[in-house]
T-cell receptor, first 112, second 113 residues
């Protein structure tokens, strides 16, 4: 595998479910990011991890919980989501903050 | 604060037409500037970048020049193809503001045969 991979690519979950999104980067980068991309809205930065420390959390509801166990892996744990959380969730990584970011293909999440 | 403004879409062009997507920025100091492309059903891909004034980034026939005097980084291509249909995002990063990344809202391009 090369680049940034995300699993699953598609996820449908009920409002009471708990699920996790996984991101893995094979680029030797030190920073990882979660973004939310909704139709007709700008890209929203959710979380930033640098050297496995969370350095940014942009007022994201607590029903989204990130985890970065090492510099290559990033998870987004989801619980009791709302229909408005349906979106494309993109993971990215970079050599460091401010360097160009490399994106995964995204997970298309639908909350029913 | 820092920001990026890009032209509203959608843009529809015929194959082999010329493309310009405008992007202007607001930032202190000397940010780095980027263009990303997102094809349907995929994540964003870095298309090109420029890290200092007067630099020209280029890739796949696309070009953009970092113009500090006009705070612009317009994306251009001389002859578009159907396969260029995608959403294009302008972005900047600035070490003056903690290396945050700022994305524009995206411009959708459709090229018709």
């Amino acid at each position: 595998e090369t680049g940034v991979t995300q699993t699953p690519r598609h996820l449908v979950m009920g409002m009471t479910n708990k699920k996790s999104l996984k991101c893995e980067q094979h680029l030797g980068h030190n920073a990882m990011y979660w973004y939310k991309q909704s139709a007709k809205k700008p890209l929203e930065l959710m979380f930033v991890y640098s050297l496995e420390e969370r350095v940014e959390n942009n007022s994201v509801p607590s029903r989204f919980s990130p985890e970065c166990p090492n510099s290559s892996h990033l998870f987004l744990h989801l619980h009791t989501l709302q229909p408005e959380d349906s979106a494309l969730y993109l993971c990215a990584s970079s050599h460091g903050r401010g360097y160009e970011q490399y994106f995964g293909p995204g997970t298309r999440l639908t909350v029913t | 604060g820092d920001s990026v403004t890009q032209m509203e879409g959608p843009v529809t062009l015929s194959e082999e037409a010329c493309l310009t997507i405008n992007c202007t920025y607001t930032a202190t100091g000397y940010p780095s500037l980027f263009w990303y492309v997102q094809y349907p059903g995929e994540g964003l891909q870095l298309l090109l970048k420029a890290t200092k004034a007067d630099d020209k980034g280029s890739n796949k026939g696309f070009e953009a020049t970092y113009r500090k005097e006009t705070t612009s980084f317009h994306l251009e291509k001389g002859s578009v193809q159907v396969s260029d249909s995608a959403v294009y995002f302008c972005a900047l990063s600035n070490d003056n503001t903690g290396n945050q990344f700022y994305f524009g809202t995206g411009t959708s391009l459709t090229v018709i045969p």
